[in-house]
């Protein structure tokens, strides 16, 4: 019947297990700001800790939710928990939003009984990563703006100003300073064959994204991020205090070590650390512990290694990882700020250098005429 309806209306329509399937991979695609992510979690650790039941909680929130999908999102989840499915399995048909760590976090408070406070562990985590970024971006915003300014100045010399003198120039037997000929050269070129240069610039800058996302790309990235002199000290300090934190949480949360090492491993985004992760699991898996891979590592202050050695020969894994998660990001924080301190004056005299250059490609040829007469 279906298939004859399909033929006179030229319409398609869909059965039962084929809505069911599409409604599954959009909740697959769904996602959330960390904002509204962490608000989630928010409330649902104040709600459920005044005595209010998940389920309750979950239909006050989807009746404020403002967006309709994550509204949507909200009332899928509290009717799964009204038919009796756990919070966690519930979550789990949420994978961009909700990830692996934190849906196995929930599920070990929902075996201990303490979900009021794993769901308040898991919302200063996210509290705490969401004021890192906005750390980080206010940070970086002055830099990359005068860093921005500063190349159009320059492009607007280059491509606008300078081919107007040089075809004042032209008309004068006189020769040109070498800087001057060279901006005029590369002015020209770029202007006479603009159809092939901006391509290949756009081809460019597509192949190099292209290569970040491949695995070897991704490895080469993260390996310059966590090893380059200048930056090596605050990206290795805010890695590992990320990755601690993380463990802290799940630890605390009453998730197996050799677990929380597998869901802390598929949680960061560093194929180096991803790949440390990996090896620790193999070594606690045999019996050997995770001090060797800390020790042997390269891109691991040696303090944080050391610390963690011995927390785990002494059964003090929670509190160690917890005290150095937050060290290591507030000192993550602390040289990044350092570090933009110093980049701002460099930023500065250079690009103040570049345009002089430009400047005095202009200004050298009118001197010389000048003097002509």
């Known amino acids: 019947m279906i298939n ?188 006479s064959r603009y159809w092939l240069w901006i391509p290949l610039f756009i081809a460019s800058i597509i192949g190099l994204i292209s290569f970040r996302y491949t695995n070897r790309g991704s490895r080469w990235w993260d390996y310059i991020v966590l090893n380059v002199v200048i930056i090596r000290d605050v990206t290795q300090s805010l890695t590992i205090g990320k990755v601690c934190r993380l463990l802290s949480v799940m630890l605390s949360s009453g998730v197996p070590l050799l677990e929380s090492l597998k869901l802390t491993r598929m949680a960061t985004k560093n194929s180096l650390y991803r790949e440390m992760l990996m090896s620790m699991e193999e070594d606690v898996l045999n019996g050997l512990g995770m001090g060797d891979n800390l020790c042997k590592s390269r891109f691991i202050p040696t303090a944080a290694a050391e610390m963690l050695t011995t927390a785990e020969k002494n059964g003090a894994m929670i509190q160690v990882t917890e005290i150095v998660g937050s060290h290591y990001e507030e000192e993550g924080e602390t040289k990044l700020k350092e570090l933009v301190t110093i980049l701002e004056p460099l930023i500065i005299v250079s690009m103040g250098m570049v345009v002089s250059t430009v400047i005095m490609s202009i200004m050298l040829p009118m001197f010389d005429l000048s003097s002509l007469h």
């Open 4 to 191: 004859l309806l399909q033929l006179l209306t030229g319409k398609t329509f869909e059965t039962g297990a084929g809505s069911v399937a599409k409604s599954q991979n959009a909740d697959k695609r769904l996602k959330i700001k960390p904002k509204e992510k962490m608000g989630i979690t928010s409330q649902l650790a104040i709600m459920n800790e005044s005595g209010v039941d998940i389920a309750s909680c979950l239909e006050s929130l989807a009746r404020q939710a403002r967006k309709p999908d994550i509204r949507r999102m909200l009332t899928k989840v509290h009717d799964d928990v009204m038919g009796g499915r756990q919070l966690s399995d519930a979550l789990r048909r949420f994978p961009r939003v909700f990830d692996q760590s934190f849906v196995a976090t929930i599920a070990a408070g929902e075996a201990s009984g303490n979900i009021s406070g794993v769901l308040n562990e898991l919302s200063k985590l996210q509290r705490r990563d969401i004021k890192l970024r906005s750390t980080v971006r206010t940070v970086l915003a002055y830099p990359i703006l005068l860093s921005s300014v500063s190349l159009l100045v320059i492009g607007g010399l280059v491509f606008f100003v300078l081919p107007r003198f040089s075809a004042m120039f032209a008309d004068f037997d006189v020769t040109l300073p070498l800087i001057t000929r060279i901006l005029i050269g590369f002015t020209n070129e770029i202007t």
